[in-house]
């Protein structure tokens, strides 16, 4: 039997090379939307190791949150991973005998910045010491705002870590942002006299002003609230006051929204700007910066810089050692001198 002679030419398929998402680019800078890694390349305590998860909840939604590590992976993995994924930045913590350190490198070719992390407390702990904890669902959706105070010096360790900081994170334009993406906030607060920065992690939520929490809990939740101890419906609206204690109505703490935000906020009315630590808290100080990533000339160090304070006093020490041994000398010879002229004197009135 004759073969049948398939005569369609064969074809390579082409994929279309698909365009970029409208969620990879900034709309306000037009740049590339920062993303990041959190990783180790040791093995970590128990404690550090969840304090790496929360680091990974806080630089949601643009990270690996499920990133794995292994003993054999190096730094060059991460970065050659990193380029096709878009990652920006790498956060690295690394554990000591001495010290617990966090590491923040922008890719590929750094900088790198070195924070020794003197305290710190994970989300769970802070979680566990409030009275009402605050975590929904749709929180970690959106990329938090950051707020830098204390950073306005001149210095330039100080300067760059304030370039690191506002560009991890998304820029935002406050003429056409969305209120309801703003729901956290990330703080940092430099002390000049101890050299300390205080990490805090908040959520943000808004209460209208003048309206009690039983009114706010009918209104998002719409449930039938239980009036059967209550003689009249107008019991339940002006029972209880209007807010609490830690609710108060400020001037300061107030915002006139512009447009409606969730069931509770109208537009044109006055609501309450309320902050919420969720974790987790840390208190760290830049000890190093390199220019490469984790490798180059070192830019700034905290510890030579201790030491060369160190040496700059002993040397004036020894300089005054030495001042002080010369007077004394000069004094000594002054007073050799002057007995010899006695002398000499004498010898001239005998004769």
Same mark, same amino acid.
């Given at each position: ?113 070195? =924070? ?34 204390? =950073? ?12 690191? =900081? ?38 943000? *939520? ?74 987790? *808290? ?66 001239? =009135?005998?004769?």
């Amino acid at each position: 039997m004759g073969r049948f002679k398939n005569n369609k030419k064969s074809r390579v398929i082409v994929k279309p090379i698909s365009k970029k998402n409208q969620e990879d680019v900034s709309h306000v800078t037009g740049d590339k939307i920062p993303k990041s890694f959190v990783f180790s390349r040791m093995k970590l305590p128990p404690s550090v190791r969840q304090l790496q998860m929360d680091l990974r909840k806080l630089m949601l939604p643009y990270t690996a949150l499920s990133l794995k590590e292994k003993k054999r992976n190096t730094l060059r993995d991460f970065l050659n991973v990193s380029g096709p994924m878009g990652v920006t930045h790498f956060l690295m913590l690394s554990k000591t005998a001495s010290a617990l350190n966090l590491r923040v490198a922008r890719t590929p070719q750094g900088p790198t910045l070195t =924070f020794k992390i003197h305290q710190y407390s994970l989300a769970s702990d802070i979680a566990q010491s409030q009275t009402r904890p605050r975590c929904p669902q749709d929180l970690f959706k959106n990329p938090p705002l950051i707020v830098l105070s204390g =950073f306005g010096s001149q210095e330039l360790h100080l300067k760059l870590a304030t370039i690191m =900081f506002q560009n991890i994170f998304p820029s935002i334009d406050i003429n056409t942002v969305k209120l309801s993406t703003c729901q956290r906030l990330v703080l940092l607060n430099y002390n000049k006299d101890t050299k300390l920065i205080d990490f805090r992690h908040y959520s943000i *939520r808004l209460q209208p002003v003048g309206v009690s929490r039983r009114i706010r809990k009918f209104v998002q939740n719409h449930q039938v609230p239980d009036l059967r101890n209550l003689q009249d419906v107008s019991d339940f609206v002006t029972k209880a006051g209007y807010g609490s204690e830690s609710e108060g109505d400020e001037e300061a703490a107030t915002v006139t929204l512009s447009s409606d935000l969730g069931r509770v906020n109208k537009g044109a009315t006055k609501s309450a700007v309320k902050l919420q630590e969720i974790g987790p *808290r840390m208190t760290m100080q830049l000890v190093k910066v390199e220019e490469g990533l984790c490798t180059g000339g070192i830019i700034f160090s905290e510890y030579e810089n201790v030491d060369g304070k160190k040496e700059n006093m002993k040397k004036k020490d020894e300089e005054a050692d030495e001042e002080e041994e010369e007077d004394s000398e000069e004094e000594e010879e002054g007073g050799e001198g002057s007995e010899e002229d006695g002398e000499d004197m004498d010898e001239d =009135f005998e004769d």
